[in-house]
């Protein structure tokens, strides 16, 4: 059946873009109103692609044939994202921020780990680089949060050049190491230096986005803000995976030898994709910290970067929609398991160990061919 006709797959899409709104909406909205919101978007859908046939994002054409079905998942998170906010109250909202705060961290991470197969056990690091840089400057400088997220990217992306800069003939467990000491090194001096970050007390009245005069102060705000991000780096992050870039940094993580053999500049590469992740981070921090008003070091510590992993790991590390389902997953799971919080953890590890076994390469991950 050609791509043209779909009239076959479409009840499937819609189906496959309910269920998982309603699946989504479950911790929060509560079995009937997530069946509410199932049915009405089950019933809204084929009216759409009714009303809508030219449009390139309609359900049939964004759930059908032409997206893989690893990344018809992740659209289907982002679909949901969008629809699902008017129903929640304000600790929905931020459980969404959350998540998508976790989402664009886990993307970045990905690049390092996933595409170019450098493990790096302090990536938090770069997430607290962004989130000081516009704490600081906008209580010292004044300086707005629009040009600070842009400040907190290139700070954290020029660490991360730093960082890999010394470390371009490290691989595996010694690439870690190294990073580990980096993230401690930073979370102890963000510490103690209290002259400039505050130490142990952080910084307050960090300042909050504003557009036209209007300062964000709900956290639907903000949500709206950190969705539009995380869409836009996933695009931005799908365009390098398919550029001849993201091809060499598979290859280099396929086999750095072969990949040098072949003419690629794996010490260019590496740290590109080392700046381009740590960047993402950067970006998320000022983000957090515009968000919360106020940063600590104990914000930033040596376990947020193993969840991030953890998160990468779970959707599956080199795709694209892994590392979202993986946050997704991760950040909605201990709400849904709320009333079981005596067993969530062990549950958690079970479900983990349970992947490793049936799943090594994560839920969206692909077999080596």
């Not at 009937?32 to 049939?60: C, M, Q, Y």
């Not at 290859?251 to 990949?259: F, G, M, P, V």
């Amino acid at each position: 059946m050609s791509e043209r006709n779909p009239d076959m797959k479409a009840p499937r899409n819609y189906l496959v873009v309910s269920i998982s709104a309603g699946i989504l909406g479950l911790p929060f909205l509560g079995v009937i109103n997530s069946l509410i919101l199932l049915a009405g978007l089950f019933l809204i859908l084929p009216l759409w692609d009714r009303a809508n046939p030219e449009k390139a994002w309609a359900a049939t054409s964004w759930f059908g044939s032409r997206m893989p079905g690893a990344e018809r998942i992740g659209a289907v998170i982002l679909l949901s994202s969008f629809i699902l906010p008017p129903f929640l109250g304000s600790y929905g909202q931020d459980v969404l921020i959350s998540m998508c705060l976790y989402i664009i961290l886990a993307i970045g991470l990905n690049i390092h780990v996933g595409l170019t197969g450098m493990l790096n056990l302090g990536y938090i690091a770069f997430y607290a680089v962004g989130a000081y840089s516009h704490a600081l400057l906008s209580t010292r400088f004044a300086v707005p949060f629009w040009l600070d997220l842009f400040i907190g990217a290139c700070m954290a992306g020029g660490f991360g050049f730093l960082l890999c800069l010394p470390t371009l003939r490290l691989r595996g467990d010694y690439l870690a190491i190294v990073t580990l000491a980096f993230g401690e090194m930073v979370r102890i001096i963000l510490n103690n230096w209290d002259s400039l970050t505050g130490g142990p007390n952080g910084i307050l009245g960090v300042k909050r986005p504003e557009i036209s005069g209007i300062e964000f102060t709900r956290p639907i705000h903000f949500y709206y803000l950190i969705l539009v991000m995380t869409i836009l780096l996933i695009i931005v992050t799908r365009r390098l995976i398919t550029s001849r870039i993201g091809r060499a940094l598979m290859a280099i993580r396929e086999d750095e030898l072969a990949a040098e053999a072949m003419g690629i500049n794996t010490s260019r590469m590496k740290l590109l994709a080392f700046s381009i992740g740590a960047a993402y981070a950067g970006a998320a921090g000022a983000f957090f910290a515009a968000k919360q008003g106020f940063v600590s070091p104990e914000s930033f510590n040596f376990l947020e970067s193993v969840l991030v992993l953890c998160m990468v790991v779970l959707g599956g590390m080199g795709t694209l929609f892994g590392p979202v389902l993986g946050a997704s997953i991760l950040v909605l799971l201990p709400e849904v398991l709320r009333e079981l919080h005596l067993y969530r953890m062990l549950i958690f590890g079970i479900a983990v160990v349970s992947m490793m076994i049936f799943m090594p390469q994560g839920l969206l991950g692909t077999r080596k061919q």
